[in-house]
C-alpha cells in the first residue's frame, strides 16, 4: 500500500509544532500546520485533510470546539488528539466525538505512527471498496454480453445466443423446461448493497459465480430488457476489499467503524420490536504500565489472545468490537442489563484465570448499560462508559453499570 493521506496538525506550542512537524511530513503526501484552533478550522474547511492531529488545550479555540466543528461538516472525519493532560473529563469529550486516537504527550512517535498507518490503512480500504462499487455501477451500463427480455409477466420472450448457450438449451421453451423463471436461476446475492433498483447482483444457483443484472423497463411495451454481465472476480475483490474496511487489522475482530453500522441498526430494531439491548465496554486494567513492562510487541500478542478469548465466548446474535487501544465494545441485542452484567462478569473471570502468553495474566474492567428511551448510540456507549470508570475508580476488575 502506497498511499499516504493529508495531514492536519494543530498546536499551539512552537517548539513541539516544530518538533513534530517534520516527522509528520514523512507520513503524509501534504501537512498543513496550525498554531491554534481557530486557523486549524479554518484549514480544514479549505483543504480536508484525511487525518487531523490536534492538541486540546489551546488559545483561541481548543481542540475539542475545533473538533466539534470540524464533525458538523464532516462526522466521518478521522481525529487524533496528543496532550499532556490525562483528566477523565477529555477522554469523556474524545470518546463522545468518537475520536480515533488519544495520545499523551511527550508523544512516543512509535505509537503515532502506528495510529497514523492504521488509519490510512483504513482509508485506502474504503476508497477502493468505494472504487470497485463504482466500477459495477459502470459495468451496468454494458449491453454487449448476456440479452434477455421478459414481457409485463416477467415472464422470458427473448434471449440472445450467448445466454442460451451458456443455459445449454437451443430455444427459449427448452429453457422454460428447465427454469421456472429468470429468479430462480438467478439468486440475490446477499452480500451488496443495492444502490438502483435497476440493478442487482446476484448469483447463479449452486455455484460460486457472480452476475450484475442490469433491467431498463420500456414504457411503451412494459417489456424489460435485463443485461446480464458476470462479476465474479470484481465481486470477490469487493468483498475483500469491505473485509478489510470492517476489521481491526491487529486482532482481525470487527472494528469500529462496523461496530458504529451495528449499533444504529439494532437500535432500530429495538425501537421497532420493542426487545432489549445493552452494550458492554470494557479495557485491560493499567495496560499503560503493562506495555512499559513487557514492551508493545508483548502488549499487541495479549490483545490478540484477548480478542480470540472474547470472541470464543460472544454468541452469534452479539458484535464483538475493537473500539481503539486497549478498549472493546460489544452489543448485546435481546439482552436486559441483568442479563448484560452476567455476561460481563463471566468474560471478567475468564479473561483473570487466563494465562497469556509467557505465563502473564492480566485483568479488565467493565462498564454495562442498558438502553432507555431517549437514548442514541452516543448516550448509551456514554453511559457504558461512565461506569467503566466507575469500576476503574473502585479499584479495576471489576463490571459496574
Avoid at 58 to 80: A, Y
Avoid at 122 to 144: G, M, T, Y
Avoid at 213 to 231: A, G, P, Y
Avoid at 332 to 357: C, D, M, T, W, Y
Wanted: aromatic content about 10%; some cysteine; overall charge negative.
Amino acid at each position: 500500500m502506497n498511499f499516504k493521506p493529508t495531514i492536519l496538525y494543530v498546536e499551539d506550542e512552537e517548539s513541539i509544532r516544530k518538533q513534530l512537524e517534520r516527522f509528520l511530513r514523512y507520513f503524509s503526501s501534504k501537512l498543513f500546520v496550525a498554531e491554534n484552533g481557530e486557523v486549524g478550522l479554518s484549514m480544514f474547511k479549505n483543504h480536508q485533510p484525511d487525518i487531523v492531529i490536534s492538541d486540546i488545550r489551546m488559545p483561541k479555540m481548543n481542540g475539542i470546539d475545533m473538533v466539534k466543528k470540524i464533525k458538523e461538516l464532516n462526522q466521518e472525519q478521522h481525529i487524533i488528539f496528543t496532550t499532556a493532560h490525562s483528566e477523565s473529563r477529555y477522554f469523556i469529550d474524545a470518546i463522545d466525538l468518537q475520536v480515533d486516537g488519544y495520545i499523551l504527550k511527550p508523544i512516543n512517535l512509535k505509537n503515532l505512527e502506528k495510529k497514523i498507518l492504521e488509519i490510512s490503512k483504513h482509508i485506502f480500504n474504503i476508497q477502493e471498496l468505494k472504487s470497485q462499487r463504482l466500477l459495477i455501477d459502470e459495468i451496468a451500463d454494458v449491453q454487449d454480453h448476456f440479452i434477455v427480455v421478459l414481457d409485463k409477466m416477467q415472464s422470458l420472450i427473448y434471449a440472445n445466443q450467448m445466454f442460451l448457450a451458456f443455459c445449454d438449451v437451443k430455444s427459449i421453451g427448452e429453457f422454460k423446461k428447465k427454469h421456472n423463471s429468470l429468479d430462480e436461476m438467478f439468486l440475490l446475492h446477499e452480500e451488496f448493497e443495492h444502490h438502483h433498483t435497476e440493478s442487482e447482483v446476484r448469483k447463479l444457483k449452486q455455484t460460486n459465480q457472480t452476475f450484475l443484472l442490469s433491467k431498463n423497463e420500456i414504457r411503451e411495451t412494459q417489456h424489460t430488457v435485463i443485461s446480464i454481465t458476470e462479476i465474479t472476480n470484481l465481486a470477490d475483490e469487493t468483498q475483500r476489499y469491505k473485509d478489510q474496511a470492517y476489521h481491526d487489522a491487529l486482532t482481525q475482530i470487527y472494528n469500529r467503524a462496523y461496530f458504529d453500522e451495528v449499533m444504529l441498526k439494532e437500535i432500530a430494531r429495538h425501537k421497532r420490536e420493542h426487545t432489549a439491548l445493552s452494550c458492554i465496554i470494557f479495557d485491560i486494567d493499567l495496560f499503560k504500565n503493562f506495555n512499559d513492562t513487557y514492551g508493545h510487541d508483548i502488549g499487541d500478542i495479549v490483545l490478540k489472545e484477548l480478542a480470540v478469548l472474547v470472541q470464543k465466548y460472544t454468541r452469534g446474535t452479539d458484535t464483538f468490537a475493537r473500539w481503539g487501544g486497549e478498549e472493546f465494545v460489544e452489543i448485546l441485542p435481546n439482552s436486559s442489563l441483568q442479563g448484560a452484567l452476567k455476561v460481563a462478569e463471566i468474560l471478567r473471570e475468564i479473561v483473570q484465570k487466563h494465562v497469556f502468553v509467557n505465563n502473564l495474566s492480566v485483568t479488565c474492567s467493565f462498564g454495562v448499560a442498558e438502553f432507555s428511551e431517549g437514548d442514541d448510540a452516543s448516550s448509551l456507549l456514554k453511559k457504558a462508559d461512565n461506569a467503566l470508570y466507575k469500576a476503574k475508580e473502585k479499584g479495576r476488575n471489576r463490571v459496574e453499570s
